[in-house]
């Protein structure tokens, strides 16, 4: 139903876009809690193989297909979410999802609607800092990277634990999350930024090691660099290469890979100054465009083409500046989708749709990288 309803849109949507136009001069698509979501905020968005978008906000699981919502919520008799706030989505393989929540871990089977949850035993006070999951990734060899307020968790796909970090005191909670992002790298490592005694570092597992050590301990790494530039957050397109962004600049840096040469270019139409912030995110989207979330609101996005940064031409703009942006997918069908806290948006991007003068013709054929 989804497909064809999509392929519908795409279709009437062709007959529209007969010349070019911004993107943020599309009118998207807007949902809301009287369309059928379980709440406004939506917190991450995933899509599973059989075409569904799920949803994650902080009251309830949503699927959408197209054309309605159906809501999964905590239940205390039947099995379910191991609570309502979710934080973070991952696609897993056998049709299932990765949830993270406020209060537990669950593996979801999206075609038999069965819960498989991780519950950290713990005391009655320290229960809900053991159990507050708030990042959740997938590494190459398909090992599950989750962390708690409490520490880093290393689980197989049946949310068995292979390894945990501590990152508190045994003695009682912290307020500072320990684990600020998780990022899988293309050869296989995973990537962490982590928060010990106040400072920020980041630190790296390796396959070969087994072990999570400080990103600076691997003399000659090309990436080894990103460590004393105060990075806030990062991303990797399929070739190694990285994009990040800077604590309080705004701008988009770019590190090849190869020559460990570095380029950036400042974002243009920024609603403010210091709009790079502790919870920034960088997304690659596989249309050859990236997106940036910003501290005051909106999103801004950029062409990932690496020879256009550091040069004078280089084109930004911002999507929805009134807005809290919280996560952004691009689908199989050429569709943006932007959660925010005041609902879901949907820009259709088809034909030409974002060609102009500051972006390159939209082409379903480019990859990230």
């Known amino acids: ?6 392929l519908v849109l795409l279709l009437n949507g062709m007959a529209l876009a007969a010349h070019s136009q911004k993107l943020d001069k599309i009118l998207p698509a807007y949902f809301s809690v009287k369309d059928g979501l379980p709440d406004a905020t939506i917190n991450t968005i995933c899509q599973d193989d059989d075409g569904f978008l799920w949803l994650g906000t902080n009251y309830g699981l949503s699927r959408y297909d197209g054309v309605e919502f159906k809501n999964f919520y905590h239940s ?3 099995s379910s979410l191991p609570g309502n706030n979710i934080i973070s ?3 897993l393989p056998g049709h299932r999802l990765l949830a993270a929540t406020s209060t537990g871990l669950c593996i979801f089977n999206t075609r038999t609607n069965i819960f498989k949850t991780l519950l950290v035993p713990a005391s009655a006070k320290m229960f809900p800092f053991e159990n507050n999951f708030y990042i959740a990734s997938v590494d190459k060899q398909n090992n599950i990277w989750a962390a708690s307020q409490m520490g880093l968790y290393k689980l197989d796909q049946n949310l068995n634990i292979l390894q945990f970090t501590r990152g508190a005191n045994d003695q009682g909670a912290t307020l500072v999350m320990f684990v600020e992002s998780i990022h899988p790298l293309p050869n296989g490592s995973v990537l962490f930024r982590l928060v010990k ?11 070969a090691s087994n072990k999570i ?5 691997l003399k000659g790494y090309p990436l080894s660099v990103i460590d004393s530039l105060n990075v806030r957050d990062i991303a990797f397109d399929k070739k190694g290469n990285s994009w990040f962004v800077k604590h309080m600049v705004d701008s988009v840096f770019f590190l090849n890979s190869l020559s460990g040469q570095i380029t950036a270019s400042a974002f243009n139409h920024l609603p403010g100054k210091g709009q790079i912030y502790y919870n920034t995110h960088i997304n690659l989207l596989n249309n050859g465009l990236a997106t940036c979330t910003l501290n005051d609101g909106g999103l801004a996005y950029w062409n990932t083409q690496a020879s256009a940064v550091g040069r004078s031409d280089f084109k930004s703009d911002v999507l929805l500046p009134k807005q809290h942006v919280f996560c952004t997918l691009f689908d199989t069908e050429g569709n943006l989708w932007v959660g925010t806290g005041n609902g879901l948006y949907k820009f259709t991007l088809i034909a030409n749709g974002i060609s102009t003068s500051e972006l390159p013709a939209y082409n379903p054929g480019i990859t990230v990288g």
Do not use: C, E, S, V
């Open 1 to 6: 139903m989804y497909r064809k309803l999509i």
């Open 76 to 78: 205390k008799t039947t």
């Open 89 to 91: 989505i991952q696609k």
């Open 197 to 207: 005694d106040k400072k920020i570092q980041y630190h790296i597992y390796t396959p």
């Open 213 to 217: 050590i400080p990103l600076n301990q």
